[in-house]
């Protein structure tokens, strides 16, 4: 009878220890599962492609390598800057040089850029329309993202181009007219000529 007692001891105990250990690998389990949700979840929420930057074209326009190892042109959408390398020579300036060289100088440590896209991500150039981003933010919508991190509006604040509606990619139309309202105000980047002022009426 004691001997009966003893081997039910240890099998209880026995029992007991297997169960802590399968509740433990469960709960390590199921941490890992929550974990890696998680990610998933902040990498479908990532707006922002990477690509290499390459060499910039002019003052709103610039060539990437893609994932694929193909370059590609990106035409900044949301702004405009006076032209430099037209085909009609006479649509080039000396403030779409200034632009341009402003734009090179911006990229001059670049090497891996940052894409949001909008309603449409081509034009009719077969030119990907972008919001270029210096770095990689989590909130494309934050002002001081904006101002710090995004190329586009980073040209325009310091007024070497302009807002511009291309309909329908206007997500950032508005701060993009806030910040082009505020150079030309105060004169900023190249505000100061009355040429380049003329440029836009």
């Not at 993202?145 to 206007?170: C, D, L, Q, R």
Request: with cysteine; glycine share 4%; hydrophobic share 40%.
């Amino acid at each position: 009878m004691k001997n009966n007692n003893r081997w039910q001891r240890i099998v209880g105990i026995i029992v007991a220890i297997i169960l802590c250990v399968a509740s433990s690998e469960f709960i390590n389990n199921q941490n890992v599962t929550e974990i890696d949700a998680d990610n998933t979840v902040d990498n479908q929420e990532s707006k922002l492609d990477a690509v290499k930057f390459i060499r910039t074209v002019d003052g709103d326009t610039i060539i990437v390598e893609d994932s694929n190892g193909e370059h590609k042109r990106v035409r900044m959408i949301g702004i405009d800057t006076p032209e430099s390398v037209a085909q009609e020579e006479e649509r080039n300036n000396e403030y779409g040089v200034m632009a341009s060289d402003y734009t090179k100088e911006l990229l001059t440590n670049a090497i891996t850029l940052y894409l949001e896209y909008d309603v449409d991500a081509d034009d009719q150039y077969d030119r990907i329309l972008a919001y270029v981003w210096l770095e990689d933010v989590d909130d494309t919508f934050n002002v001081e993202n904006i101002k710090n991190s995004m190329v586009n509006a980073i040209i325009v604040e310091n007024g070497y181009g302009i807002a511009k509606k291309y309909e329908p990619t206007v997500a950032h139309d508005d701060i993009l007219a806030e910040l082009m309202a505020e150079a030309e105000e105060n004169n900023i980047g190249l505000w100061q000529y009355q040429e380049f002022r003329d440029l836009w009426k």
